[in-house]
């Protein structure tokens, strides 16, 4: 066994770690200022970035939970190591050769220790892939290339064939010096009725199954004779030390930079739509291994997407069409209220998965099955509504009644009101003031603090009846300035009212319905309705000028006439500001564009799906402009 691990080793390897990049494996950082990055905290559950690295100093710190230390007590937590194999973790990645104290310059691992089991799996794809070259594997070769996968594919992917045999690889394991409690406990075999290892995985195509430092933690495989008696087409590593199947993503050893780069992931349904999905050129498709996508999955991918609510991921989830997809879509759903990010679902025609749509149409389908991605809360919803018969008052009646529960559940305030108002024009309910209070009283009886009370549901009722008559314009209710969705918005009114000025003509350009927030709104009409920030008025008598357009808000325009902005530097932060807004504006339209083209047909109407197609691709680079003019130096401050 190896000696202790030096003082003077420990140091050194320290010194030679950067704790960003170890730490960058897991979280996606973004500086903030000083010697300082901030990311999503991996530790525990947070919507708002509280867990900071710091560079200079090999030190992590979450202010919100607490955790704490260097880049060795980062790696025990996250990976549940021993300190030893944290630092034998960190010697391997930058090539130091520990001197163990007692026993001599050695790569020896303790028995059963993680690192073992790792190299263990390491050995194993080595072993699979090299069996993927020989005549025996010939079946598993054609299973490939009849899917449009060449060698490199292969390569790239680590496929491999598990070759025939009770013990072909516990053999070869045997012969690098692993006994057989290792290759068991690493899950790549199971004790025979002897006693004697009997290799998990024969006769079948097999995938590595990567944790995101790029160790190999397990296997997928593949069925490929009719005479294969294990069960199941796929079967995976068990549950070990290493694999934790609800807390690993295939692929996304490959898709982590893409992924935190694009903010973006594409969740599919196997091994080879993960490889036709990157092989088409979407680099940030990962999919589940032996279980359903679920929460423990998306907590991973919100980290590595810096999904904070404010600069929004993308979460794509691709299903088939049929019922078996819309019940995927529904679980889905329901998993997601919990993560703050867009999801989208991506349904390929013909109920084809991505690698089948890759065989029958090339790369260039695959990349527009997810640029034509709808919302997943237009696709639950009018999945739903197939079900029942729209053309009848009953059949309205009851689609109502079936989907206004579901709007009510989406978190977010104004994106609950948009859809209700779109649920109405779905269903073809002419009262949709009727529709809307329905989802807000639902929303509101189903809210956390009434469910704590334990108030009950109240049940209402549809009729197609006119909308009731109102006395004047209702007073909306005060936004929430803690409300980091809103900042936008309220800066750039902030920006309107205390600097008029550098606010200017883009201020002025942005349509009322850039702010989503109906306060909001109402004082943008009220700064146009003035005169518009050229109308040469300044301090207070431009804010009353504004304020008496909008007698019921006057305080809140004082409010944000007095409130400081969050930088010093007005006329670098004052337009960043503006373009941030407008470039959430301008992906709404693409948003709109993109739901658009996805209704049409371009084999019935090529003429006019060319040109939305075409001003989709100008509003997409214009929404990256104005995204690289809002982010700037200080992306922190936005």
């Known amino acids: 066994m190896a000696g202790r691990i030096s003082e003077r080793d420990i140091a050194a390897i320290r010194d030679r770690v950067h704790i960003e990049d170890i730490v960058g494996e897991y979280v996606a950082l973004k500086r903030s200022g000083g010697d300082s990055m901030k990311g999503l905290c991996p530790f525990h559950d947070e919507k708002s970035p509280s867990f900071h690295a710091r560079p200079n100093h090999g030190t992590y710190h979450c202010f919100g939970c607490g955790e704490g230390g260097d880049v060795y007590s980062f790696l025990q937590k996250i990976e549940h190591v021993s300190f030893v194999e944290a630092v034998e973790q960190l010697a391997d990645r930058v090539g130091y050769t520990i001197s163990y104290e007692g026993g001599g310059p050695s790569v020896q691992r303790d028995r059963g220790t993680r690192a073992r089991l790792v ?6 794809q080595e072993f699979y892939a090299a069996r993927l070259r020989e005549p025996d594997a010939e079946t598993a070769r054609e299973y490939l290339t009849g899917r449009n996968f060449d060698g490199q594919a292969a390569v790239t992917f680590g496929c491999g064939y598990a070759p025939d045999g009770w013990d072909t690889l516990t053999k070869h394991l045997m012969t690098k010096g692993f006994e057989a409690k290792e290759i068991i406990d690493a899950g790549l075999a199971t004790p025979g009725k002897r006693g004697t290892p009997i290799d998990r995985f024969r006769r079948r195509l097999v995938w590595p199954i990567r944790n995101l430092g790029g160790d190999v933690i397990g296997f997928g495989a593949r069925k490929l004779f009719d005479d294969d008696t ?22 996304l050893d490959l898709a982590k930079r893409e992924i935190a780069k694009g903010h973006q992931a594409v ?35 919100r980290r590595l997407l810096m999904d904070d609510s404010y600069f929004r991921g993308e979460v794509i989830y691709t299903f088939d069409g049929d019922a078996a997809g819309q019940a995927a879509a529904l679980k889905a759903f329901e998993g997601d209220q919990k993560m703050s990010g867009q999801s989208f679902v ?8 991505p690698c089948e749509l890759r065989q029958a149409a090339g790369d260039a389908a695959v990349r527009d099955l997810v640029a034509r991605r709808i919302p997943m809360y237009k696709f639950v919803v ?7 018969d729209l053309e009848t008052s009953e059949g309205r009646v009851e689609a109502l009644r079936r989907t206004v529960p579901v709007v009510a559940r989406i978190k977010d305030e104004a994106l609950r009101e948009d859809y209700a108002r779109q649920l109405a024009g779905w269903v073809g309910w002419d009262n949709i003031p009727t529709v809307i209070k329905r989802v807000r009283d639902e929303a509101r009886r189903n809210s ?46 902030k920006a309107a009212l205390q600097y008029p000025a550098i606010a200017g003509s883009v201020f002025d350009s942005l349509p009322v319905e850039t702010f989503s927030h109906p306060a909001y709104a109402m004082i943008r009409q009220a700064v146009a309705d003035a005169g518009g920030t050229g109308a040469g008025l300044g301090g207070a008598e431009w804010m009353e000028a504004v304020g008496r357009l909008v007698e019921p808000l006057q305080s809140l325009v004082t409010e944000l006439a007095v409130e400081p902005m969050r930088a010093s530097d007005m006329a670098d932060y004052i337009p960043r500001v503006l373009a941030r807004l407008q470039e959430v504006w301008v992906g709404q339209q693409v948003a709109d564009l993109k739901s658009k083209l996805q209704r049409m047909s371009q084999a019935d109407h090529p003429d006019e799906y060319m040109s939305l197609f075409g001003d989709l691709v100008a509003l997409e680079q214009y929404r990256r402009s104005l995204l690289e003019q809002a982010v700037g130096d200080n992306s922190e401050d936005i």
């Open 119 to 124: 190299a263990a799996n390491a050995a194993a």
């Open 230 to 251: 294990m069960p199941g087409k796929y079967i995976n590593t068990p549950e070990t030390m290493l694999y934790k199947k609800s807390q690993v993503l295939f692929g």
């Open 267 to 301: 969740i599919v349904e196997g091994y080879t739509d993960v490889m036709a999905m990157h092989l088409a050129g979407v680099k940030t498709a990962v999919a589940a291994c032996g279980t359903a996508f679920g929460e423990d999955h998306l907590a991973m991918l």
């Open 346 to 353: 991506a349904v390929a025609p013909d109920g084809m998965d």
């Open 382 to 388: 009018k999945s739903l509504l197939t079900e029942h």
């Open 448 to 493: 956390p603090r009434n469910a704590a009370r334990g108030r009950p549901q109240q049940s209402g009722s549809f009729a197609e009846t006119p909308a009731p008559a109102t006395d004047g314009p209702a007073v909306p209710a005060r936004p929430n300035p803690k409300d980091p969705s809103l900042w936008p918005q309220r800066d750039a009114l």
